[in-house]
């Protein structure tokens, strides 16, 4: 029986801090606390990979690999890899939202001369890591170097040669350019040594980590790069088809994603291996994981490499469950959560239920007049998890602001707002006092932050994945609101 519990959605990006991101230092172990004081159990992250092209966490240059900039640089400076002036030097102390292209020139400098002046003292540290995590680890490191000789291209762009990871000319790349590989190794020590100890204070307070896994991987990643094999490519290693969705209330052309597609009949030959790698490697890294995008594993939307858009494509049987099967069999009991929203099947349903994997309700979704909406809070069975709203939705009073009128008239009836409770905290009430095993709600919604502190608009590149919020908002009167509510409601 899982325990009645309730936690607050933030990524890591969103934190304050000095440095021009959220990252692992110090505000991140405040956050920790203000879980703690408002009675939470859980924390919720969105993927931590690599961000390339449109700063998206979804699509990163490594399904294994961990994001450089949450790096805490404050731990480098009393390690004396790092001074104070170098630091301040590069002007990235401001709050306010991510600027990525500032960000990515600033510190990956400040990381680079981290790894100049710490190398020798790590040596013994990085080749123990090394041969820890040396099964992605080679892969990535040497991908990362290759970008950076090719000015960041995908590699798709890159000589042939480069292409083919066992080639000549790639073992002497590999042979001559031992420093910066080096350096990618550094970066991913420093990020995994940092994550797992701030991992272990959560759970020291009594915070589980709830973690994405991405269905796709990027085009332009080490994995496809490293085992084009797994992926339905021709024969110049371009996709043939590539991912989306069907056009559905975020988009009237679908959602154009553009990931190559898995090759899962070559996958299931070796029992699903490298996906096998990846999950177990999730469980290190989380308590918990949420599968993004469930539903590609029973049917997935493909269209055409080369398609301007999502609208024309098809549905494709996915893996089902042997895929599921597998990894229990190979991993045992697993927590994870089923991201089943869109487009949804008697066929997904079943899947669902043939994994025991609970499923998301999402109240932002609940309110269209259907009485027999599965996202209505009297239509919930226990086995779920109720949201507010997700990464890629308004927070609650902008969904508010923005929805139909019949749509306000009819939750405003139906939440029972009481007395002149802000919709924000109507729409957590309900999902705090829901029968969900689980209820989630974005920190944003908590703060009562409109459309502005959006975190993604999916289909669209420009302003996503910026929103931060302040050192301020982490009030004592805003954590016994909180922990009022869930002690309320036996959370």
Known sequence: MRERSSGILLHISSLPGEYGIGDFGRTAYDFVDFLSKAKQKYWQVLPFGITGYGNCPYSSFSAFAGNPYFIDLDELIRAHYLSNEDVNSSNLSKEGPVDYYYLHQAKMNLLRQAYMNGKEDLQEALSSFYKEQSSWL????????LKDKHQNEPWQNWESNYKVLYSDVLKNFEKNNKVEIEFWIFIQYHFFKQWFALKKYANEHGIKIIGDLPIYVAGDSADVWANPELFCLDKDLLPITVSGCPPDAFSTTGQFWGNPIYNWNVMEQDGYSWWVERIKQCFTLYDTVRIDHFRGFEAYWEVKYGSKDAAHGRWVKG????????????????????EDLGVYSEELKK???????PGMKVLQFAFNSDKDNHHLPHN??????????THDNFP????????????KKYALKYLHQCGDEEVHWSIIRNAWSSTAYLAIAQMQDFLGLDENARMNTPSTIGDNWTWRMKKEDLSQELADKIADLTLLYGR
């Open 138 to 145: 080679r892969h990535f490191a040497l991908y990362m170097s």
């Open 319 to 338: 893996p089902g469950i042997k895929f599921f099967n597998q990894i229990k069999d190979t991993l045992g009991e697993l927590d994870i959560i089923a």
């Open 351 to 357: 899947l669902l239920q043939d994994t025991g994997y």
């Open 380 to 389: 919930f069975n226990r086995h779920c998890i109720a949201y507010t709203g």
């Open 396 to 407: 609650v009073k902008g969904w508010y602001n923005q929805a139909p009128h019949e749509e």
